[in-house]
C-alpha cells in the first residue's frame, strides 16, 4: 500500500493525482458495465455487450455459478478463464482504494465506556463505528485546539454522545440534523445517558467525564445541503463563539458529505473528520456534490453506476447464502419487468416502479394465488404477485403465463448473476475515484500548514463504508499527530 502524504493509494502510486488519472483512463472502456440497468436485463441486449469470449465461459457447463463469489472477494479465476477477463479482474483489484483497517482507532477504555453507558438504540455494527469515529475526532479536536465539535447529520446523537462525554478533556458538541423527530430522539437518548452518568454507578466506577455534563451537547434542527453550507458555518461560529470549531460526521449520506467538505472549505473552521455513504444520493455535474476537484472534471457516473460504487463485495464470501439469494431477487425483478412489458402493461421505455424489498408476509399473502407448480416457477408466480400488489397495479400474469416466462429466459438468471458480479467488482474503483476527488479537494484548501488524510477506519466487512477523510487547517495545537 502506497501514501501520498495521508492519502492512502494501491501499490504503485506516488501521487493521488497519479491514481486518479489511472482510474480514469481504466474505467472508460468498462463504464457501460456499471452504468447498465439490472430491471430491464431480459428485455434490453447488455449481455450481448460483453465480450464474446467471456459470454461462452460463463455460459459453459463447467463454469458453476459458485465460483462467482470467490471472483468477486479475491478475484479468483480458473484456467479456463479467458485472458481479458482475468486481465479485467486483476486490473480492477489493483486500482481498489485501500480498504484494509489501518490499527484499532478505538482505545480499550474508551470502547468499555462505550458499552457500559452509552449503548442504548446502538447495533454491534454502530458501537464499533462510533468507538473509533468518536476516538478520531476527539484526536482531532485536542491536536487542532477545537473547542467545539460539529456533528452534522446527528441523527439519534450516538457519536455526539460519545464525544460530548467520553473523556474529561472532551469538546463541547453541536449536533445538527434535518429532522425535528430526530433531534428529540436524541435528546431522549441524552436525558438518560446524563442521568447514569451522574448516577451511583458511574460514580463508583470511576467515571470521569467533564465537569459541566449539562452544557456539553446541545441538539438544533438545520437542513445541511451544498446551498446551505454557508449557513452550518455561521450557525457553529455562533456556538464556538471565541474558540476554534471543527466538524464531523458519521456516514454522511450523499451530497451531506460534500456539503459538510464544503463547509470546512468555506469556513474557519479548523478541521474535519467524515465518513461518507450512500453515493448513489451524490449530484454530479459543476456545483454539484461530484466531482469537486479539478482532477475529476469532465467524469460523470450516472446513477447506475454510483450505485455500483455502494456494493460491498468483501462481504459476499463469509455471506454466501444470502449473495446467491440476491442473485435469484435481481432475476425475479428483471422477470417481472420483462412479463410487463412483453404483455403490454408497460411501455419498453417507461421508468421502472420501484418495487423495493417484498417482505415475507406479502409472499405469503400471495402464496393462496398460486396452485401447485412447485421449485423456481413457483417462486416467481409468488414474487410477481406480491410485487404487482405492492405496486398496486391491478393486472396479474396467470401462473402459466409466469411459468413460461421463466422457462423462456431461464438463461436469463446465469447471465444477471455474471454482469451483476462484474460490475460489482468496478464499485470499489468507483469509491476510490469519489474518494480522492474529495481528498484533492481538500488538500487544495487545506493551506501550507494543514493537511489531508484518507483511510480506512473500519473493520469492511463490519462496515462496507469504512473510508474517513480527515482535514486540517494550521494553527493553535499544531498537526503533528494527524500525520500519517
Known sequence: M???????LPDGFSSASEYAAEVKRVYSPYAFLAQMHIVD???RPHWELLDVEWRDYFMSFEFDMSKLIPLATHGQTDEACPHSLREFVGKMFSLQFPRQRIGDQGMSEERELVLKYFVDGMSEKKREEVVDLAALVGHVARDTGSDLVVDVGAGQGYLSRVVAYGRADAPRVLAVDFAEGQKRGAEVHQRRTLKRLKGKRAVAEGYQGPRD?????????LRVDLESAGELATAAREEAGSGRWMLCGLHACGDLSSSVLKAFVESDAAAVVVVPCCYNHITEGPGAGFPVSSELRGVQFGINALKTACQATVRWESREQDTMAGFQRNYFRALLHYLMVTMGQLPMDAPFPAVGGVTGTELKAAEEHVGAVGGDDRAFAVYAYAALERLGVKWRPT??????ARQKTSDGYRQMAVVWTLRSLM?????GMLVVDRALYLRKHCGPAGGVRAFALFDAVTSPRNVVLVAWRGGRGGSGGLKA
Not at 213 to 221: C, G, K, P, T
Not at 399 to 404: G, L, P, T
Open 213 to 221: 455534563l449539562e452544557s456539553r451537547l446541545v441538539h438544533r434542527v
Open 41 to 43: 436485463f431480459l428485455v
Open 427 to 431: 464499485g470499489p474503483l468507483i469509491e
Open 399 to 404: 401462473v402459466a403465463q409466469c411459468v413460461e
Open 2 to 8: 502506497a501514501t501520498d502524504n495521508g492519502i492512502e
